[in-house]
């Protein structure tokens, strides 16, 4: 243990050397105290960086705004935050289901009589009586059919020959109809389905395969027929009061393409354009003349826009999940769970 020597005894040169050998120790401690600071700081910083990178890691669609699509082969499982045991298992009170019901009138009728003879007594047995009915909903065998358009012609007593005329939608000698070109629409902008498949399908449903090139000819005629419906909505949702808007990545010819949409209650709306933002946005003409309020999920171009503005409130419950799950903050749970926000199943 170090004592403090006997000052009096010290001569001036040796407390000049004390002195100077203090000081160098306090120089000594200074410098160490400055390394431990900066270590300290480095490692906080470090620490903090750690923490950023295992959270970026941690994301998925589950809790920030990342889409399914980026989860790739680590898609999550689904995991409800609702409280277990707070509701009973099946349908809630007050939610209406769904089941087949009998209808009045039957498209057909088949009877089942009892054998001709009583079995008991081998006596003819008289006319029955119906006493259960079951239905059974199916649908009938599907085949196409051919309507053949004939013109005809008369010749007057005044020598002039008078002839009928084909609809204007028979124009060739041999052609599909509205119908099936429906169907092939549907198939392809509704169920996603592809071209090649669509045009099999159409064969084993209906024993009528179309080719492709006939899938991407009924899909240019619905275009220019819905074309004016698309405008009218587009112009209609210029106006509404509040409009929902996203967009999701989709290939196109093998690149990457951005399917946008703008929606409200009633109203949908939906492009395809190869840009995200406002390149995307100028070329619809849609979002530039919305002036009300705008329901997104905070992506930059969308706060470029001279709208008012509202934050989408299932991303905040990811970011919220996210909050929870990886960063055990115990009040973002209660947060989501005393929202008036329906959650989704996953």
């Known amino acids: 243990m170090l ?38 700081a480095q490692v906080e910083t470090l620490t903090a960086r750690v923490a950023e990178l295992e959270g970026r890691l941690a994301l998925n669609s589950r809790n920030s705004s ?84 004939q013109v005809l012609e008369s010749r007057c007593t005044c020598g002039k020959v008078c002839r009928g005329v084909f609809p204007e939608t028979v124009s060739a000698p041999v052609q599909y109809g509205p119908h099936i070109k429906a169907v092939a629409v549907h198939l392809t902008h509704h169920h996603m389905m592809p071209i090649a498949r669509t045009g099999s399908l159409t064969g084993d449903l209906f024993g009528l395969p179309l080719s492709d090139a006939t899938v991407l000819a009924a899909i240019e005629e619905a275009k220019d027929r819905l074309q004016p419906t698309v405008d009218a909505i587009a112009n209609a949702l210029k106006t509404a009061p509040v409009a929902h808007a996203d967009e999701t990545g989709m290939r196109v010819a093998g690149k990457l393409n951005w399917m946008h949409f703008l929606a409200t209650k009633t109203l949908t709306w939906v492009g395809c354009h190869p840009n995200r933002g406002k390149k995307a946005f100028d070329s619809f003409g849609v979002l530039a003349e919305f002036f009300g309020t705008l329901i997104h999920d905070g992506w930059k171009s969308y706060r470029e826009l001279m709208c008012k503005h509202g934050l989408c409130n299932i991303h905040h419950v990811r970011e919220l999940t996210c909050l929870h799950e990886e960063m055990q903050q115990a009040w973002a749970k209660r947060l989501i769970l005393n929202s008036a926000v329906n959650l989704p199943p996953a």
Do not use: W, Y
């Open 66 to 149: 990342k889409p399914p699509s980026s989860d790739g082969l680590n898609k999550p499982k689904p995991k409800s935050l609702r409280i277990a045991g707070q509701n009973p298992n099946g349908g809630q009170a007050g939610h209406k289901g769904h089941t087949l019901k009998k209808v009045a009138q039957s498209d057909h009728t088949e009877q089942h009589r009892p054998p001709a003879n009583c079995a008991a007594c081998q006596r003819p047995l008289g006319e029955g009586m119906v006493v259960e009915t079951r239905q059974v909903f199916d649908i009938p065998p599907l085949r196409f059919e051919v309507a053949e358009h």
């Open 3 to 40: 004592t403090l020597p006997d000052l009096d005894r010290l001569s001036h040169a040796d407390k000049d050397e004390l002195i100077r050998a203090l000081f160098a120790q306090v120089r000594f401690l200074t410098e160490q105290v400055s390394t431990l600071t900066a270590q300290v």
